[in-house]
């Protein structure tokens, strides 16, 4: 019998309303919550686009496509979205601040047995969950991006997270089909982004140092490592901002880890983010990148 009926996600950017279809194509019935409405129907139009994708190469029927998008209900009241809840999802940006408002808001409404999750990518869980009134109740859900497609999820207990809220997230990334890595250590970045995060950095100095052009050095990492893409292939696709401020919450919690590379705060500051703005490392047009 699953541990999880009712999920609410809340926050509805990409890793936010991705999750959610990641829920609902698993059978799950899911709130989508945000602040405004025109976040929510900006959402669903990509939820809706993601699906189509899917009939289109056949992996799924149009009327499963359907169902699954019916099965996402948008909300802005947050206590409507919160009733009845067994899974609540956080994806709000990476700042701290703003989560301690968020848990300070859910807390009014949340029901006993919700289970809170976040989906930060770099933030200690256990300073997450003493901003919340359930610490005992409140582990991390690490999904990837985009969420449709990579199987990987990090489970991050805190200090006081307990055993029956370790076995609901193991349960429920099983049931979503996705492939559950359990961190013994709750520290910042966790896994995959404390070796991801110094592997983005070391490129850069490569670039700078080491007369290898950005070309070779994707080269060299797709060709002979193996990677689907390169070092700074990967780093425009996951958001030039992303990295800054990943590496920035990891650097002031552990100093072991690299500070922001000069040129990568140089392409943050003038905006250059990636692929999102057609110009990071590589400069973008259409889906090809130059």
């Not at 499963?64 to 409507?80: G, K, S, W």
Request: glycine share 6%; hydrophobic share 40%.
């Amino acid at each position: 019998m699953p541990l999880v009926k009712k999920i609410t996600v809340l926050g509805s950017g990409i890793m936010g309303h991705g999750i959610a279809q990641v829920c609902a194509m698993a059978g799950y019935n899911v709130t989508l919550r945000d602040i405004e409405s025109s976040l929510l129907d900006k959402a669903l139009e990509k939820v809706k686009w993601s699906l189509s994708k899917l009939v289109e190469k056949q992996k799924i029927t149009q009327i499963e496509a359907d169902r699954i998008f019916y099965r996402i209900t948008p909300e802005v009241d947050l206590e409507l979205s919160l009733r009845d809840t067994d899974l609540l999802i956080e994806a709000v940006p990476e700042d701290l601040g703003l989560k301690k408002k968020v848990y300070t808001a859910v807390d009014k409404f949340a029901e006993e047995k919700t289970v809170y999750a976040s989906n930060t990518s770099t933030l200690p869980i256990t300073e997450m969950a003493a901003l919340t009134g359930r610490p005992e109740r409140f582990i991390g859900l690490h999904f990837f991006n985009p969420p449709q497609l990579m199987r990987l999820v990090e489970i991050i207990p805190g200090r006081d997270t307990n055993q029956h809220t370790i076995d609901t997230a193991l349960d429920f990334v099983m049931r979503v089909g996705k492939e559950p890595v359990l961190c013994r250590k709750d520290v910042a970045g966790f896994i995959v982004n404390r070796i991801f995060i110094p592997l983005v950095h070391e490129a850069a100095y490569c670039l700078e140092r080491d007369g290898a052009s950005m070309t070779q050095i994707d080269s060299a990492v797709k060709y002979k490592m193996g990677f689907p893409m390169g070092i700074f292939e990967l780093a425009d696709y996951t958001g030039l901002d992303v990295i800054f401020k990943a590496t920035s919450e990891m650097y002031t919690r552990d100093t072991r880890i690299v500070n922001p590379h000069p040129k990568i705060k140089e392409l943050v500051d003038a905006q250059n983010l990636g692929q999102k703005t057609g110009k990071g490392f590589y400069e973008y047009s259409g889906s090809t990148y130059e």
